[in-house]
């Protein structure tokens, strides 16, 4: 039972974390979906998230390691691919004109 207990208030913290997110609240979210997997440590999808929050906090390494743990964890990897690739061209575009 605790282990459904754990599922649910993971998927909560991730919900949670993606509407901080979307709300420009990068830091909370990070703290939700950093919740989530210490209540799920095989939640992929929050890996990911975090990852990307990572990213738009300019921590690179972090966001790597998440996005690549994520990977790790057999989410699909075409749609983690593109989705990187995207992610990084930005932001190196973004650093290219600083």
């Not at 743990?69 to 650093?95: C, F, G, N, P």
Request: glycine share 6%; aromatic share 12%.
């Amino acid at each position: 039972m605790m282990i459904d207990r754990n599922q649910e208030l993971a998927e909560k913290y991730f919900n949670s974390g993606k509407e901080k997110s979307k709300n420009g609240e990068v830091d909370l979210a990070i703290e939700d979906y950093t919740t989530a997997i210490e209540l799920k440590p095989d939640y992929a999808e929050a890996y990911y998230y975090r990852g990307g929050s990572w990213l738009r906090l300019g921590e690179w390494e972090k966001a790597r390691s998440d996005i690549e743990t994520a990977r790790k964890m057999k989410m699909d990897i075409i749609v983690v691919s593109d989705e990187i690739r995207q992610k990084y061209d930005r932001a190196w575009k973004t650093l290219g004109n600083i």
